[in-house]
C-alpha cells in the first residue's frame, strides 16, 4: 500500500513535468510535430527552386507567378469572347442565305457628298401678275392649275384710270391729225406764195408737239399693258406676260383690286431650282458646274444636273450658304415643295483597299465588315473613307487581300445579334 508521502511526491513530479513542457513549447513557438513539418516544406521549396532552375525560369516570386495566372485567364477569356462573336455558319448555310465573298482591293472610288434640298420655282421664269391698274373684276376665264400661253388672256378689269388714258390718246391722236392737215396747207400755200414761211414754221411745230402728245399717250398706256380698244375704253385686258402655269390665283368676279395686287402667279415649270444648304466645312467640295444626281424622297425619281449658283455669303444663324441647281423638268414631275437628296460628285480616284458598299454594316454604332474565318465570319470593325459608286474606301481595319462578305451580309448582322441576345440573356 503506498503511503501518502509517496503520492504526494508522485503529483509534483507530474506538475514539474507539466510546467518544463509548456515553458519549451512556449520557447520553440510550435507543437511537437511543427518540426518534421517545417522540414517536409523546406524540402518541398528546395525541390521547385530546383526544379525552376533546370527549366531555365530561375526563381519566381508570388507576385510574379499571380499576375502570370491572370494573363492566363484572360487570353481564355478573349478566346472566348472570339468564339462568341463568330457567326458560325457552315458552307451549304452560307449558300443558302446568298452570301457571296470577295476579297478587298484596289478600286476606284467617286468621293460624294450627300446634301438634303427642296424643289423650288424658277425664280428667273416666275412671274407674280399685277393689274397695274385698280378696277372691279368683269370677268375671269383662266383658273387655277390652268397651263396658258403668252399672251392667252387670264382675266378683264373696270378701270377708270384707264379710260382716261384711252381719252388721252385719242384726243392726241385727232390733234395729231389736224396739225399734219394744217401743216400740210400751209406748205402748199407757201410753195404757191400765197403765205408767208413763218406760217408755214408754225404749223410745223403744231404737228411736232402733236406727234409727242400721241406718242406720250401710246407709251402710258403699253407701260400698264394695255392698248387702243374698239371696246368699252375702261376695260382692261389682264393676259399671261409667258407660257407657264397658274399656280396661284387671288382674283375672283366682281371683286375690286389694286393696281399693285398680286392676283396670279404664273411660272413655267419646264425648268425648276434644287435647293440646298451647304453646311460651311463642305463648301470648298460645292462648285459651280460640279455635277449632281438630284433623288425624289418620296418616289424612285432621279435627274442629273449641275450647280448653277453658289452663294457667296455663310448665314450667321445657320453657317449654311446656299447652293442650288436648274433641273429640266419636261414632265413636270419636280414639283415645287418636294424634298430630295442631292449628291454631289467628285472626281474618281484609285484606293488601295476598298469593298462592297452592301458589305458595310452598323453594329453598336460602328461600322463593321464580316471577315471571312474557318467555319464562318467575325464582324471587323473599320474606318470608312470616301464613298460614291459600288465601292467604299476602308482607311484602317482592314488588309488587302482580306476575304469578306460582300452581298447578303445583313444577314451575319441579323445573326449576330441573334447570337448577342441569348447570351445576355
Known amino acids: 500500500m503506498t503511503s501518502p508521502n509517496k503520492k504526494k511526491a508522485a503529483i509534483a513530479a ?6 518544463l513542457a509548456a515553458v519549451a513549447i512556449l520557447t520553440t513557438g510550435r507543437s511537437p510535430g511543427s518540426a518534421e513539418h517545417g522540414h517536409e516544406e523546406t524540402e518541398a521549396h528546395a525541390d521547385h527552386d530546383h526544379h525552376g532552375e533546370e527549366s531555365g525560369g530561375g526563381h519566381k ?13 484572360d487570353k481564355a477569356k478573349a478566346s472566348t469572347h472570339k468564339d462568341e462573336a463568330k457567326v458560325a455558319l457552315t458552307e451549304a448555310q452560307i449558300q443558302a442565305a446568298g452570301i457571296t465573298q470577295e476579297s478587298a482591293g ?23 401678275v399685277v393689274p397695274r391698274l385698280a378696277g372691279v373684276v368683269e370677268s375671269v376665264p383662266a383658273s387655277l392649275g390652268q397651263q396658258v400661253r403668252k399672251g392667252q388672256l387670264l382675266a378683264v378689269i373696270a378701270s377708270t ?16 391729225a389736224l396739225a399734219r392737215a394744217t401743216h400740210a396747207r400751209e406748205e402748199s400755200l407757201w410753195k404757191d406764195r400765197i403765205s408767208a414761211e413763218q406760217d408755214v ?25 394695255a392698248g387702243a380698244s374698239a371696246g368699252a375704253l375702261n376695260q382692261f385686258e389682264l393676259r399671261a406676260p409667258f407660257d407657264g402655269t397658274l399656280v396661284e390665283k387671288h382674283i375672283s368676279l366682281g371683286e375690286a383690286v389694286r393696281e399693285d395686287a398680286n392676283v396670279f402667279t404664273l411660272s413655267d415649270l419646264s425648268t425648276v431650282w434644287a435647293e440646298m444648304a451647304v453646311p460651311a466645312q463642305e463648301i470648298g467640295r460645292v462648285r459651280v458646274g460640279e455635277k449632281v444626281i438630284v433623288s425624289s424622297t418620296a418616289s424612285q425619281e432621279k435627274a442629273e444636273g449641275t450647280i448653277s449658283y453658289v452663294g457667296a455669303l455663310i448665314g450667321e444663324q445657320t453657317r449654311t450658304a446656299k447652293a442650288r ?10 414639283r415645287p415643295g418636294l424634298f430630295v437628296t442631292i449628291t454631289v460628285l467628285a472626281e474618281e ?77
Open 201 to 225: 414754221l408754225q404749223a410745223r411745230a403744231a404737228l411736232e408737239e402733236a406727234q409727242i402728245a400721241v406718242r406720250n399717250a401710246q407709251q402710258k398706256l403699253r407701260a400698264v399693258g
Open 61 to 73: 516570386e508570388p507576385e510574379e507567378a499571380h499576375a502570370h495566372g491572370e494573363a492566363k485567364k
Open 161 to 176: 384710270a384707264l379710260s382716261e388714258q384711252r381719252s388721252e390718246l385719242l384726243t392726241a391722236e385727232r390733234r395729231l
Open 325 to 334: 441647281v436648274t433641273l429640266a423638268n419636261p414632265q413636270l414631275a419636280w
Open 349 to 425: 480616284a484609285e484606293v488601295p483597299v476598298a469593298v462592297r458598299a452592301e458589305a458595310i454594316q452598323t453594329l453598336s454604332d460602328r461600322s463593321v465588315v464580316f471577315l471571312a474565318v474557318p467555319g464562318g465570319f467575325v464582324a471587323q470593325p473599320v474606318k470608312l473613307g470616301r464613298a460614291g459608286g459600288p465601292f467604299v474606301e476602308i482607311v484602317e481595319g482592314l488588309q488587302p487581300g482580306a476575304r469578306y462578305a460582300a452581298a447578303n451580309s445583313y444577314v451575319l448582322k441579323s445573326e449576330q445579334g441573334k447570337a448577342g441576345a441569348s447570351h445576355t440573356h
Open 14 to 19: 507530474i506538475l514539474i513535468l507539466g510546467l
Open 106 to 128: 484596289s478600286a476606284r472610288v467617286q468621293a460624294t457628298l450627300q446634301l438634303p434640298g427642296e424643289i423650288r420655282f424658277n425664280d428667273d421664269r416666275t412671274a407674280h
